[in-house]
């Protein structure tokens, strides 16, 4: 085994910023600059990763951090390179039941071409592209999303379903993926990704109980379904041990706000191909 596929089911609020703004929200999520999807830095996904498995292994086998993810203060870099985590799918509030998973044809594609370069036996069959105002999906009559509505197109690719289910470590979750997995055109996914977040107001309040500070904050939902690569740099050995602890203890703690519980995501490891698999 050489390669890991790291599915992220978001359990909680998820806020991975940059930093204060000068716009209507002070403390948006990090988003790609030539999409505005909004992701998690590998930076970010690595120290958290690096954190979660030093916490782990503090008694008795601090060595295999180093081994995963280099020694800090020394030119020793690590035995995993780990990727951005990549959005997969969005939850959007519906009136047709409580939300709907979203996605579009672009980050289906992406899924395909990440496989590929991981070696993976998984594949994404192809995706025929549905029109503007229109969905492929469990056929409900009228889509409703957010204020916008959209009319059926086609059902699900073939083994979209199944591929999906393997990024998502709970069962009973799973099997909710039929009714509420839904593609959008690139465009109308993009205006969910753009204005459909949480924004939450927090304030810091003075000894009197009085506003102090007050900002606005962006999060990714719960049951946001991301996903990161973890790929071998030398001997497979950084990857064997993670894939291990990764089995063990299945949660990690990314992004800000982890006082206020914010930032967990529920963990899937998938093999990503190479010798081994």
Known sequence: MRNLILGLLAETFIHSGVGRTEGAIDLPV????????????????????????????????????????????????????????RLLLLPVRSLTGSYKWVTCPMLLERLKRDFERMNSSHSILGVSTPEEGRFLG???????????????QDDLPENLVEQFGRFIRHVDTQA????????????????????????????????????KNLWYEESLPPDTLMYALLGKRCDNSGIANLKTLLQDKPYLQTGGNETVGM???????????????
């Open 30 to 85: 990090a988003r790609e600059a030539a999409t505005d999807y909004p992701y998690i830095p590998g930076s970010s996904l690595k120290g958290a990763l690096r954190d979660y498995a030093g916490d782990y292994w503090k008694n008795g086998d601090a060595s295999k951090v180093e081994t995963c993810f280099g020694k800090e203060g020394a030119e020793q870099a690590g035995g995993v390179l780990v990727s951005d985590a």
């Open 138 to 152: 469990k056929d409900e009559g009228i889509l409703y999303l957010e204020e916008r509505n959209f009319s059926s």
């Open 176 to 211: 909710r993926l039929p009714d509420q997995l839904v593609i959008l055109h690139n465009k109308d996914f993009n205006w969910f990704a753009r204005y459909a977040l949480s924004v939450q107001a927090r304030n810091v309040l003075d000894e009197n109980k009085k506003s």
């Open 263 to 277: 930032g967990w995501f529920a963990m899937q490891a998938i093999n990503g191909g190479g010798n081994g698999q």
